[in-house]
């Protein structure tokens, strides 16, 4: 199957499989969190109610208890504290599900939203095990089907810095390129949209680009927590913008890794096959291994290497033990001579001994 076919299939895939842990999540958590809503709201109006003389009001209420931290632990309301004057907007809407089945899969989590019930929990739990290898080998696909582009681009830097003779300044250049294009895409353009959608200066907007992409997912910068008032088309759209924003990001990553593995992977196999050359001549002296008919018409016979070892001196030699010759003439496996060796240099005599190793090729000898 051709990459982008694949690729293709597996995101349909992922993005039926959210779906299905959205609707999930709704039909299993959805009753009891309305239940804390409903609840929280009716006895919020009681009591203001009751001491609107006092100078009770719902904000001051609200405002009061968002400090305390009570009803935040019991997930009963959003961030956007306002009585609503019709119907309660449900904490598992649509795009807040399909929103948390996302930052379980990419392991982002941030923990704005989380299951409650044990059911929604085992169901998370299982929903994680399956979701987050179909979402890397979605990113994995994503990344061969481009990497084609990428060679492309690698090949363009090349004629663009020709006038760069070091191939190791190119690729310093290319990298720093590469980094720079990754920020302004990921982290630069996305700040100014956050700056003017969410309460944050320039710089919280970049450290949440950067914690989403890279997965941390602290939690202590949450999107859409002061968007509560927006129409439901509206908080749709945002959200749907913030799921293309990660898969997109995370898909630059990836072609991006996948690339330079790519551009890596000759030099590696350069590496390992220069280090088993190395290797094999090292320890090759050390191996007697049987001669290979093609090499035994050029080893010379034992007697003549030792002649040609001896030249212009006075030798003796004794033989302890040898292989012989095999039947078909394929040469002499392994030789082992024990040297006595008169030189006679300007009227000295010496004397000494030695071993010959005749494998293969070979010949060493110890004197």
């Known amino acids: 199957m051709k990459p982008w076919k694949k690729c293709l299939l597996l995101l349909t895939a992922l993005f039926v499989y959210l779906s299905v842990g959205a609707f999930v999540m709704i039909r299993i958590e959805n009753d009891a969190t309305s239940r804390a809503q409903t609840e929280f709201f009716d006895k919020l109006a009681v009591f203001v109610q ?89 990113l994995s696909v994503v990344g061969d089907t481009f990497n084609e582009l ?63 992409l890279s997965t941390i997912g602290f939690g202590d910068l949450i999107y859409g927590q002061e968007r509560e008032g927006d129409s439901y088309v509206l908080d749709w759209s945002y959200k749907m913008g913030i799921l293309v924003y990660f898969f997109l990001g995370l898909s630059l990553i990836s072609i991006v890794f996948k690339g330079v593995w790519h551009s890596q992977r000759k030099n590696l196999h350069r590496a390992h096959a220069r280090f088993r050359r190395t290797r094999g001549q090292k320890c090759r002296s050390y191996t007697l291994r049987p001669s290979p008919p093609s090499a035994a018409r ?34 002499v496996t392994g030789l082992s001579y024990r040297l006595t060796v008169e030189v006679t240099r300007d009227g000295d005599c010496d004397s000494g001994h030695g071993s010959v190793n005749i494998s293969n090729s070979e010949f060493e000898t110890k004197i």
């Open 50 to 138: 009751g001491h609107y003389a006092c100078g009770a009001t719902p904000d001051r209420v609200l405002a009061l208890l968002e400090k305390a931290g009570v009803a935040s632990s019991r997930e009963a309301f959003h961030s956007a504290l306002a009585i609503p004057d019709s119907e309660l907007v449900p904490v598992w809407s649509w795009p807040n599900a399909i929103l948390f089945a996302s930052s379980v899969v990419t392991t982002i989590g941030y923990g704005r939203q989380a299951p409650k019930t044990p059911g929604g929990q085992i169901f998370c739990l299982f929903f994680a095990i399956l979701g987050i290898p179909l979402c890397y080998a979605m």
């Open 150 to 212: 990428w060679k492309k681009f690698i090949r363009g830097s090349d004629r663009c810095f020709k006038a760069i003779r070091s191939k190791k300044a190119r690729r310093v250049l290319l990298g720093v390129l590469t980094l720079t294009g990754l920020w302004m895409l990921l982290a630069l353009l996305p700040s100014v949209i956050f700056t003017k959608t969410e309460p944050w200066d320039w710089w919280r907007a970049q450290y949440f680009c950067f914690v989403s």
């Open 298 to 331: 050029h080893i010379p016979p034992a007697e003549s290497a030792i002649s040609n070892l001896a030249r212009s001196y006075h030798t003796e030699f004794g033989l302890m033990d040898a292989f012989r010759r095999d039947a078909q003439g394929q040469g």
